[in-house]
């Protein structure tokens, strides 16, 4: 056997590996991007915490990062695996995690540091004197200034290391995950409370997690670096009282467990974790004497000798308590904070405390803690333009072992319909519920709404069970509890999300006792501020979302969405029973037959005025068959295809209907079953006679619907190789690289524009369209390097705007650019204004004059009686009902204009004008004016298959337009006004 060298080139080499792993893992690697970048795919790193470090490579990769150390030549693949031997066996910080060893180029080991992750210097000075020491075999003697012994320490650590998991654990350990805390952990933000929050009065369910944001504007935000920072340099004498408050599941305990291992390591303070549902009768003193201690040193008596020295810990200032969950602890609420600061006196009021408590505790009333510096955990966010990504880190991160799931869930949050979902799970708690349930799923969500958040319910409850125990009789009845509770908060106008004291009480009982305690204690209902006209309490459900769910399971009967007497409403068009009538139709202990009632009933409702409504309860019911596979799915999501894209009446005659119900079914199809709408939008591709329509139909099943379907590439590649009008087919070859990114018909066919077409601006469109499905081709590059050198200041600033966007959407574009001089000059350049545009811009205005609005009235008015020109009278008409809004001969020209305009462009202008200028007390006068335009057509022919509906169809976007802002019995009321028979007996 070989000697193994442990001389000085041995220890060099092996230093070096080391110091370029620490440099690589903590972004510190001070050399050429490109290289690095290139690196990055084949050097896997996850720090499982601040000083482990889990390594996947192969031995040739190793080379080449010792290669980017400034001055050095890299390492050859013996010294990389001899280097990677040494830190295994030698100085014994490296773990071999590989399953066969021998001859393997491939790498995965941990790295064990002795210090922190970014204390690089102390890391290597240690690995110098290991080195040393174990060659020598002398006592390894550390000196102060890297290390100092500190038995309370270590006896603190000890502790922590057993009491520090995370807290969802308990939960997915049943399923056979655990995970360690950094490993999953994503460092949420801070912000500062200044006072009691005010709670916002007009949150939506699709903003659910906003009622628990605080309204005021002058509060400190913080990092959770920025925060410990602020801790570490706080110099004064007085001792830290900080409390981190929130809504269940808002991270609060990962956020004391990150401090107090910060403390740990950052500091020779001692942190004493304490969870305050153990204490039981106990106070905190003796709490930490009796058991804390106890535990600590592992001895069944504790020597006084050690109990003093254990509070002189205490008096020298250095303890840091750390308590964790006041609303846990085994006594009424109210008295949980006075309880608190009745603990903190003696030798245990000399330590540094932080606290973690719920909100509805923490603002209850009168705070014996109000001095305390009181803190609440932000949100997780989604990417935006002030915001990163956090949901999307912590997937991945609890993906890491497989990042194919942690992609397939991240799009499917992203489909249309997953807005409250999306919002709820901004909440660490229940985004880690999501993440467990999508792992058991293995990839898939349940198939309804109803079901997940049944599961979600059930994980809730399983999590707190060791806290506060639950039988199956009791979680039924506070579940039927909380159903009629959330039932008749939305039926309440004045309720909805935010429920008063009295309110609940009258529900749910006294707050100190059965269900309402029950519910408090859960975190299904929590205080979330002081009603400013009552002086009450004021609730809320732990998400909107779980109110709306619980609500639906207080429902049997589906007539229940429909007609009410008293008072008159139709629950199907009001938009807070939307979610509710869903997660009813997802609800497994609901028989499919009452569900296809249901359904039959909504595609079937006739309302009476026009088919506004009955559009409505049908574009529901194709959102209701996403939760329940009715039988009448097919026939739904068809007739949502035809009103789409239109349908066939004769050779060469295609029929659209109105613009309104064209966009109300292209949302519809968004949110229908997703899986029957790709097999009927694949057929409609495949027998549509309308070019136009299949290439339409065809994007939107290859672009949202199915990426990258191949029946719609194959149609689109049809079309792109048919059509020869050049701007159409250049939207098409757009469509199908966007479709298949790097098609090579899309590519052919806007390359062989670019070389054929006359017109420049064809060509830099051209240009433009193929740099974005082909980054880097010559034929974009060369077209905008001619087009770049153009003196038309107008065609150099579309080129440079051009340039812009590609570069926005695809920063590897830099690359080309700067490889052309005259393309990067002209990208920094600004053109944004022209020498004509800044003569205007520099012409002094005159000031205004005062206007007589009498004489302006009448010159409007007679220049609409006398005028000829419709756009004229338009502009006229519109300017006069601003002016004075009750005017007749305004409100009359407009009426005239949507009904009898000369042009479709006319009664188009008409009507956008009508929509900008129009009040909602003059909606019935204008529906009395054009209803006529509908009353003796056949409902069932509301589109354009006939010449009545194509001269009329702006005069029915007006009517849609005045639906939307009215309920459905105000609408029939104004509707039938004429008519004697009574409203309410006719519905």
């Known amino acids: 056997m070989a000697r193994v060298s442990l001389g000085p080139e041995a220890k060099k080499r092996t230093c070096r590996l080391f110091e370029a792993l620490l440099a690589y893992a903590n972004d510190a690697l001070d050399c050429d991007e490109l290289a690095l970048d290139a690196l990055q795919p084949n050097i896997q790193i996850r720090w499982l915490s601040e000083t482990r470090l889990v390594i996947r490579t192969k031995v040739r990769f190793l080379q080449a990062l010792t290669g980017l150390q400034q001055g050095e030549k890299p390492l050859n693949s013996e010294q990389i695996k001899e280097s990677l031997r040494r830190l295994a066996d030698f100085v014994e910080i490296l773990e071999d995690n590989r399953s066969t060893r021998g001859g393997s180029e491939n790498w995965h080991f941990t790295l064990n540091l002795w210090h922190h992750r970014h204390d690089t210097e102390a890391n290597l000075q240690r690995f110098d004197l290991e080195w040393e020491r174990r060659r020598s075999g002398k006592v390894l003697e550390v000196s102060s200034a890297v290390e100092e012994k500190n038995p309370w320490k270590d006896i603190c650590k000890g502790m922590l290391h ?221 990417k935006s333009n002030q915001s990163p990504n956090l949901v999307g880190q912590f997937i991945q991160r609890w993906f890491q072992d497989n990042p194919i799931l942690a992609e397939r869930l991240q799009t499917e949050l992203e489909q249309p319909g997953r807005q409250r979902i999306k919002d709820a799970v901004k909440n660490p708690l229940r985004l880690a519920l999501m993440c467990r349930t999508w792992a058991l799923n293995q990839g898939e969500f349940p198939s309804t709404k109803a079901t997940l958040y049944k599961q979600f319910v059930e994980a809730i409850y399983e999590w707190k069970q060791d806290r506060f125990f639950t039988t199956s009789t009791q979680r039924q009845q506070l579940n039927q509890a909380l159903g009629e509770l959330a039932l008749q908060a939305i039926s309440t106008a004045d309720t909805k999300f935010r429920l008063s004291h009295s309110f609940v009480c009258k529900l749910l009982g006294a707050p100190d006792e059965g269900l309402f305690q029950l519910a408090l204690l859960l975190g299904w209902l929590n205080q979330v501020g002081i009603s400013e006209t009552q002086g009450e309490k004021v609730y809320a459900f732990y998400h909107p979302t779980f109110q709306e769910y619980f609500a639906a399971l207080a429902i049997n009967d589906w007539q229940f969405f429909f007609n009410t007497v008293s008072p008159v409403s139709y629950r199907i068009f009001e938009p807070q029973w939307r979610e509710v009538i869903l997660l009813w139709l997802g609800r497994e202990d609901i028989s499919g037959q009452s569900k296809d009632e249901f359904i039959k009933a909504l595609i079937k409702f006739d309302d009476g005025v026009g088919k506004y409504y009955s559009y409505q309860a049908y574009f529901l019911a194709a959102a209701g068959v996403a939760e329940f596979p009715s039988t009448l799915s097919s026939e739904i999501i068809n007739s949502l295809i035809k009103w789409r894209f239109g349908y066939p009446v004769a050779q060469n005659k295609w029929c659209r209907f109105p613009a309104p119900v064209q966009e109300g079914a292209r949302v519809a199809l968004l949110k229908t079953d997703r899986k029957c709408a790709i097999t009927l939008l694949s057929e409609f591709i495949q027998n549509c006679p309308n070019e136009f329509e299949t290439w339409s139909a065809a994007y939107s099943l290859g672009r949202t619907f199915d990426l990258g379907n191949t029946i719609a590439i194959a149609a689109l590649e049809k079309l792109v190789r048919l059509i020869r009008q050049e701007p159409l087919r250049l939207q098409s070859a757009d469509s199908l690289g966007k479709v298949d990114p790097g098609n090579k018909t899309a590519i052919n066919a806007l390359t062989e524009i670019i070389e054929s077409s006359k017109k420049d601006s064809v060509r830099r469109k051209g240009a433009y369209l193929l740099a974005k499905i082909d980054p880097g081709n010559q034929t974009a590059f060369s077209t905008f390097e001619a087009f770049a050198t153009s003196e038309n200041l107008e065609i150099r600033r579309h080129v440079a705007e051009n340039m812009r966007a590609l570069v926005a959407e695809n920063s590897s574009i830099l690359f080309h650019i700067n490889s052309i001089p005259v393309l990067a000059n002209l990208v920094n350049l600004d053109l944004t204004k022209s020498k004509k545009q800044l003569v205007k811009s520099s012409k002094s205005r005159k000031p205004r004059k005062p206007v007589d609005i009498t004489r302006l009235v009448a010159a409007l008015e007679n220049g609409i009686n006398l005028g000829n020109d419709e756009d004229i009278k338009i502009h006229k008409a519109s300017k006069l009902i601003l002016l004075d809004p009750d005017n007749k001969i305004a409100f009359d020209t407009l009426i005239e204009l949507v009904k009898h305009g000369k042009s479709d462009d006319i009664r188009k202008h008409a009507v956008e004008s009508f929509k900008k200028v129009l009040r909602d007390e003059q909606i019935p006068k204008l529906i009395a004016a054009i209803k006529d335009c509908f009353c003796n057509q056949d409902v069932k022919t509301l589109h354009v298959t006939s010449l009545h509906m194509e001269q009329y169809r702006h005069c029915y976007k007006l009517i849609w337009y005045c639906a939307e802002k009215m309920n459905y019995i105000d609408f029939y009321k104004i509707w039938l006004a004429t008519d004697t028979t009574d409203v309410t007996d006719d519905l």
Not at 190 to 208: C, M, N, S
Not at 279 to 305: F, G, N, S, T
Not at 336 to 345: D, M
């Open 162 to 382: 057993n009491q520090l998991r995370l807290t969802t654990n308990p939960l997915t350990s049943v399923d056979g995950m655990n995970f360690e805390l950094d490993a999953v952990y994503v460092p949420l933000g801070l912000v500062e409370r200044k006072q009691r929050d005010r709670r916002r009065e007009d949150i939506l369910p699709t903003q659910g997690s906003r009622l628990y944001e605080s309204e005021e504007t002058e509060i400190m935000h913080f990092t959770l670096d920025s925060f410990l920072k602020q801790l570490a340099s706080n110099n004064s004498q007085e001792l830290h009282r900080i409390a981190v408050v929130g809504e269940p599941g808002a991270g609060k305990t990962t956020l004391l467990q990150k401090v107090a291992c910060w403390i740990l390591e950052n500091s020779e303070d001692l942190p004493i974790w304490v969870t305050l549902a153990d204490l039981q009768a106990k106070c905190l003193e003796d709490y930490l004497i009796q058991d804390w201690l106890r535990a600590a040193i592992r001895k069944r008596h504790v020597p006084v000798e050690i109990e003093e020295e254990f509070c002189e810990q205490f008096y020298q200032g250095r303890v840091w308590l750390l308590l964790d969950a006041v609303d846990e602890m085994a006594m009424e609420s109210s008295y949980a904070l006075s309880k608190i600061a009745s603990f903190l006196t003696g030798w245990v009021g000399t330590a540094n405390v932080i606290l973690t408590c719920r909100l509805n505790v923490w603002d209850a009333g009168k705070n014996a803690l109000s001095t305390f510096q009181t803190y609440r955990n932000l949100n997780f966010t989604y």
